[in-house]
């Protein structure tokens, strides 16, 4: 058997040229084989279809065509965010410019733990962080780290925090707050979080200033820019003023609300942002990248000092004193793919102006969706969007017929909806990001919902 050619080097292109035929090919055969968002069955169905298709794992021989093969399968099975009718959950169909730069990230292969592994990408990663850092924090000269996602970006926060303030750093949050908040303080050993009610699904001011009066010691608000379940922004002006009068450190999850920097009409709606010690991004939600694109801006530079770790075989002191960049002290992670090339190319082929047309966009279909709703005698609004999220429920059902519902419709492979409970009951929830959806398509879902509630 001939050596299996690589993907870079003289011969990579060529190399790669049929191989993307095949994938393209299959990924469209996949497609029309599924035929809606989801693969119909439920999961019995679609594991032994991909059982089927799979075959043996590590045969004696190798199959020329599984590439096509496994790629068909995946595509048949996957829930595509694409479709108009899949909106659960924070996962965007990725743009095809930034797909497009993935593949050469993959083909380069560049590790971002040392200057002579990624020469380029690490000069691209510091002028991307950066620039996205003054987005953030305007005029402070702050800086990026690249992060898997909000969840990576939070653990980091929490330990900048600790790092700054000592060990014993209380962690304050909303119990409208990310799971990843909670489960960073237990990771890193922090004392057990104080959970501020957020009766109307926001952090309560009142509440968080009793808890900052009678706690003593270091500690870090977490505020919220765009919740899981509903989409809504903590009064960011108002836990700010909280923070500076007892003296606490203020971290805002912002993983799926900070795009509307990029929007020149939705930009208000994060005022109090750069008040902000830390803040979650997370660009493979409201920003339309593959997985994974996080990051975590930080106001004050000298806060990264605590990830500073030496390595004689990356960052020996007398490599660094000679000039090469120290690439260690930005993540926790050693190995890093380029991430940032895909953001990179993105925001340079869009441009500020493309990316905030393509969030008003999306928030302009979520106002359409609850405008349909409220006008439906058979639906019940939770509330306005704030963001691209929408809360609805058949009228008079109960919470268990919510839930059926949501399944029957997963189980046909119709329409992927989410689940959110809010006013303690729970919710259909519709997560719009994708900016190619059409009013028709709003009215479609209703109508299928409609459709699925009685058995």
């Given at each position: ?70 790629v ?42 040392s ?51 000592g060990?014993n ?32 699904g ?11 009066h ?132 993105t ?20 106002e ?16 306005r969007?704030?963001?691209?999220t ?66």
């Open positions: 058997m001939s050596t299996p050619p690589l993907a870079s080097g003289p011969h990579g292109t060529d190399a790669l040229r049929p191989l993307l035929d095949t994938v393209l090919d299959a990924l469209d055969t996949g497609r029309r084989a599924r035929g809606g968002p989801l693969p119909a069955g439920g999961p019995h169905t679609t594991a032994a279809r991909l059982r089927t298709a799979v075959g043996d794992v590590l045969p004696d021989h190798g199959d020329p065509e599984a590439l096509g093969t496994l068909h399968a995946l595509a048949e099975g996957a829930a595509d965010p694409a479709d108009p009718l899949c909106a659960a959950h924070l996962h965007c169909a990725p743009l095809a410019v930034a797909t497009a730069a993935d593949l050469a990230a993959c083909a380069l292969n560049p590790s971002l733990d200057w002579d592994q990624a020469p380029a990408a690490s000069e691209l990663e510091t002028l991307v962080t950066r620039a996205l850092a003054d987005q953030v924090f305007p005029g402070r000269s702050g800086d990026a780290l690249v992060t898997t996602g909000g969840t990576e970006a939070n653990h980091l926060a929490l330990l900048l925090a600790r790092e700054a303030h060990g750093t209380r962690l304050i949050c909303g119990a409208n707050a990310h799971h990843s908040l909670k489960r960073a303080a237990w990771l890193l050993g922090l004392p057990e979080p104080v959970i501020v009610p957020a009766p109307a926001t952090l309560d001011p009142a509440a968080l200033a009793a808890a900052l009678h706690l003593t010691g270091p500690r870090l608000v977490a505020a919220t820019a765009g919740t899981t379940d509903a989409g809504l922004i903590d009064p960011l002006h108002d836990i700010a003023a909280l923070c500076r009068v007892h003296g606490a450190r203020l971290h805002i999850d912002a993983a799926y609300g900070g795009p509307l920097l990029f929007s020149d009409r939705r930009r208000h709606l994060l005022d109090g942002l750069d008040t902000a010690h830390t803040v979650a991004l997370d660009l493979h939600k409201l920003g339309w990248q593959p997985v994974a694109a996080g990051l975590l801006a930080v106001r004050d530079t000298h806060d990264l000092t605590a990830l500073h770790q030496r390595a004689a075989y990356l960052n020996a002191d007398d490599d660094s004193r000679a000039g090469l960049p120290d690439l260690l002290g930005r993540s926790l992670r050693t190995t890093r793919r380029p991430d940032i090339l895909k953001i990179a190319v925001l340079k082929t869009l441009g500020r102006s493309g990316l905030g047309t393509l969030v008003d966009t999306v928030c302009e279909r979520a359409q969706l609850a405008d349909l709703i409220t006008a439906h005698p058979g639906f019940e609004l939770y509330d969007p704030t963001i691209s929408v809360l609805f429920r058949p009228a008079h059902a109960d919470d268990d017929t919510v839930a059926a519902v949501r399944r029957r419709l997963l189980t046909d492979g119709r329409a992927v909806l989410g689940r959110a409970h809010q006013g303690g009951r729970l919710w259909l929830k519709a997560t719009l990001l994708n900016p190619h959806t059409r009013p028709d398509d709003l009215a479609a879902l209703l109508k299928l919902v409609e459709g699925h509630t009685t058995p």
